[in-house]
Nanobody, 121 residues
Framework: QVQLVEFGGGLVQPGGSLRLSCAAS????????MGWYRQALGQQRELVAV???????NYADSVKGRFTISRDNAKNTVYLQMNSLKPEDTAVYYC???????????????WGQGTQVTVSS
């Protein structure tokens, strides 16, 4: 059983910063691409940022220059540093990871439970 557990959401004023973290746990053989998605109320879930196992990153245009994704492969953990937050960044943020569980031949995509980020004065 593989689980993704997220930490770090909350309420922040416009222009502020938050750091999200997500740890993959369980019987894991390999962790591949990890990333963050978000879903605002009444909107579809959208990509925020992803990072491959070798450190290659990709960002949504709306967060480039403000958000930074990173990972610690030894801890199977991905981080999202969010700076210069705007009200339009308000959403539930979901962690995502492609994982090959121990004893399995194929990788599967797992999701965290989501953490609320609210940017408001």
């Amino acid at each position: 059983q593989v689980q993704l557990v997220e930490f770090g959401g909350g309420l922040v004023q416009p222009g502020g910063s938050l750091r999200l973290s997500c740890a993959a746990s369980g019987s894991i053989s390999s962790v591949y691409t990890m990333g963050w998605y978000r879903q605002a109320l009444g909107q579809q879930r959208e990509l925020v940022a992803v990072v491959t196992s070798d450190g290659t990153t990709n960002y949504a245009d709306s967060v480039k220059g403000r958000f930074t994704i990173s990972r610690d492969n030894a801890k199977n953990t991905v981080y999202l540093q969010m700076n210069s937050l705007k009200p339009e960044d308000t959403a539930v943020y979901y962690c995502n990871a492609d994982v090959r569980p121990s004893g399995w031949l194929r990788r599967h995509t797992y999701w965290g439970q989501g953490t609320q980020v609210t940017v408001s004065s």
